[in-house]
């Protein structure tokens, strides 16, 4: 229990919201897997999501094309509502904040020629006590994604779950 204060900064500092190219280090770039990381503090859960473009998309370049655009849009909004999430209804939780970032759809060389969607959100729950299991949909969302590998830490300790074959539900130690 008490560790969780002095790793807590660490992992947020492992965790960077995509605000800087240079800070955008959420996992590997691998078609076919995204990455979750998810913190949960006191009333608080922050989780990022980093997603190769691919797999949102369909493609890995500045859209050429109406159609393109709109998938980049389309893949933005999604994100941006966070329905692919879903913490345990008994928890309370409501979406505080959410940020998507789509890097290398814009025109700018993406270091390595990718492209991805970053993404960060703050949720606020009411019985965090009770949060005890996440859906996490983002292979339902974007059908490219066979595999979700998600980072979890809480006042338990930390965790990792891989998620594949249409498994979503991932258990939260409290």
């Given at each position: 229990?008490?560790?969780?204060?002095?790793?807590?900064?660490?992992?947020?500092?492992?965790?960077?919201?995509?605000?800087?190219?240079?800070?955008?280090?959420?996992?590997?770039?691998?078609?076919?897997?995204?990455?979750?990381?998810?913190?949960?503090?006191?009333?608080?859960?922050?989780?990022?999501?980093?997603?190769?473009?691919?797999?949102?998309?369909?493609?890995?370049?500045p859209p050429g094309t109406p159609a393109e655009q709109a998938a980049v849009d389309k893949a933005t909004a999604s994100l941006?509502?966070?329905?692919?999430?879903?913490?345990?209804?008994?928890a309370d939780c409501t979406l505080a904040l959410a940020r998507v970032s789509p890097h290398g759809f814009g025109g700018a060389?993406?270091?390595?020629?990718?492209?991805?969607?970053?993404?960060?959100?703050?949720?606020?729950?009411?019985?965090?006590?009770?949060?005890?299991?996440?859906?996490?949909?983002?292979?339902?969302?974007?059908?490219?994604?066979?595999?979700?590998?998600?980072?979890?830490?809480?006042?338990?300790?930390?965790?990792?779950?891989?998620?594949?074959?249409?498994?979503?539900?991932?258990?939260?130690?409290?």
């Amino acid at each position: 229990m008490k560790a969780l204060p002095l790793v807590f900064p660490f992992l947020l500092a492992a965790l960077p919201i995509a605000a800087h190219a240079e800070a955008r280090q959420l996992g590997p770039h691998v078609h076919g897997q995204a990455s979750v990381n998810i913190a949960v503090e006191a009333s608080t859960m922050d989780v990022q999501v980093s997603l190769p473009g691919h797999d949102a998309v369909g493609f890995e370049h500045p859209p050429g094309t109406p159609a393109e655009q709109a998938a980049v849009d389309k893949a933005t909004a999604s994100l941006n509502a966070a329905a692919w999430l879903v913490p345990a209804p008994a928890a309370d939780c409501t979406l505080a904040l959410a940020r998507v970032s789509p890097h290398g759809f814009g025109g700018a060389t993406e270091a390595g020629g990718h492209a991805d969607f970053d993404a960060s959100y703050h949720f606020t729950c009411r019985r965090m006590d009770r949060l005890d299991q996440l859906d996490v949909r983002l292979a339902s969302a974007f059908p490219s994604v066979a595999k979700v590998v998600v980072s979890l830490i809480t006042a338990a300790g930390s965790s990792q779950q891989v998620l594949e074959g249409g498994v979503s539900h991932v258990g939260v130690p409290q």
